[in-house]
């Protein structure tokens, strides 16, 4: 079973308080993934080496600044599924639609999108649709949360961890 840990919307300034933050998080819901996925909106992209050494794949949020190797989406391939990786634009409403519109004509498995601060992991016909929520600002949810994504025997599940609330 390869497991990925999944982050979105984390907003975190590169302070020593963030990347404590990180490390706790990866300590405690990310122990043997394979991979972390970070949906955007980082804010500061050097807060993620503190979830090295396992390799983290991210993308552009509306909140990042350029980076290098932050595409605005990309699509990863792992235990033979595909992930498209976005963060998303515009209102709550409609979300997922344009996200999905985004990888027209590309064959994906999951998709992984963040900006609503909203956790989602549904299925749409094969593909899994899995917004993690944002560990750090609730936005109106009731909690804040990061994702799981377990893949085994080419299918793959997701799972919505909530941290409070």
């Given at each position: 079973m390869i497991r990925i840990g999944v982050?979105?919307?984390?907003h975190l300034p590169d302070t020593r308080e963030a990347t404590a933050l990180l490390q706790e998080l990866a300590a405690r819901h990310f122990r043997d993934v394979a991979m972390i996925l970070h949906a955007g909106d980082i804010v500061a992209p050097g807060v993620l080496e503190a979830?090295?050494?396992c390799p983290v794949y991210g993308v552009r949020g509306n909140m990042d600044?350029?980076?290098?190797?932050?595409?605005?989406?990309r699509v990863l391939e792992a235990g033979g599924v595909r992930i498209?990786?976005?963060?998303?634009?515009?209102?709550?409403?409609?979300?997922a639609d344009?996200?999905?519109?985004?990888?027209?004509?590309t064959a994906l498995d999951c998709l992984v999108f963040g900006h609503s601060h909203k956790p989602l992991c549904r299925r749409e016909g094969a593909l899994l649709?899995?917004?993690?929520g944002s560990a750090t600002d609730r936005r109106g949810q009731p909690s804040t949360s990061v994702g799981l994504l377990e893949?085994?025997?080419g299918m793959i599940e997701g799972r919505i961890?909530?941290?409070?609330?």
């Open positions: 982050l979105a919307d984390t979830l090295v050494p600044p350029a980076a290098p190797g932050f595409p605005h989406q498209g990786l976005i963060h998303g634009w515009g209102p709550p409403a409609g979300l344009r996200v999905r519109a985004a990888f027209t004509g649709l899995f917004n993690p893949i085994e025997n961890i909530l941290l409070d609330g």
